[in-house]
Every structure is written in C-alpha cells, then in structure tokens.
C-alpha cells in the first residue's frame, strides 16, 4: 500500500518562499507520476505540478509555473515542491498524489493515492 506524507506547510508573507516535502513509501515508484494539487475552501482542488518519477519531466500549472518548482530525490523517495514569490491566492491545503502510470495527467480523478494534506497559508 502506498503511503504518502506531506510536510512542510505554514504561514508566511507575500513575496515569501516554503518548501513542501512528500515522502512516499510502499512500493517501487519507477513508472508512476507524482504530483501536487492544492484546495482552497469553497474551491474545487487543482493541479499544481507533477514530475515523472522516471525521467523526471516536469509539467505546471499556467498559475504557478516561473515561481514553483517540483523535483524529485529517487535515493530518498521524496517530491519536494520549492514555492517562491507566494501570494494570497497560493493558500490552500496541498496534497501530494500518485498515479501508478508514466502518463502525465492533472485531473485529480487519476489520481491514485493521495496523501492527508499540508496547511499552507499566504497573508498579504
């Protein structure tokens, strides 16, 4: 079974900078995508970023691409996602998923396992 734990979250100030860990556990990751998504309250949850676990390809969302970045540690089985320039409207819990294909997607329903989510708040 596959564990996903994400750490990292907090508050900080516009303009800031947070560094969000996901550390996976449970099975080999080889072929599969992992990504970020983010929910705000009254918000339907979205696609911020996934990585191929593989190759390491990198696909982002329009509304974070140029300040967020999303790598990989395949020694350490982790997916950090470096957040910098932040804005109010980057508050949301973010989650970490996995989904057990090489094909990237960023509808959150391919997703397959998901981790409890991590409190991120930006006060302007």
């Known amino acids: 079974q596959v564990q996903l734990v994400e750490s990292g979250g907090g508050l900080v100030q516009a303009g800031g900078s947070l560094r969000l860990s996901c550390a996976a556990s449970g099975q080999t990751f080889s072929s599969y995508q992992l990504a970020w998504f983010r929910q705000a309250p009254g918000k339907e949850r979205e696609f911020v970023a996934a990585?191929?676990?593989?190759?390491?390809?990198?696909y982002y969302a329009n509304s974070v691409k140029g300040r967020f970045t999303i790598s990989r540690d395949n020694a350490k089985n982790t997916v950090d996602l470096q957040m910098n320039s932040l804005k109010p409207e980057d508050t949301a819990v973010y989650y970490c998923?996995?989904?057990?294909?090489?094909?990237?997607?960023?509808?959150?329903?391919?997703?397959?396992?998901w981790g409890q989510g991590t409190q991120v708040t930006v006060s302007s």
């Open positions: 990585i191929s676990w593989s190759s390491g390809g990198t």
């Open positions: 998923a996995v989904r057990r294909t090489y094909y990237y997607s960023s509808s959150p329903d391919r997703y397959d396992y």
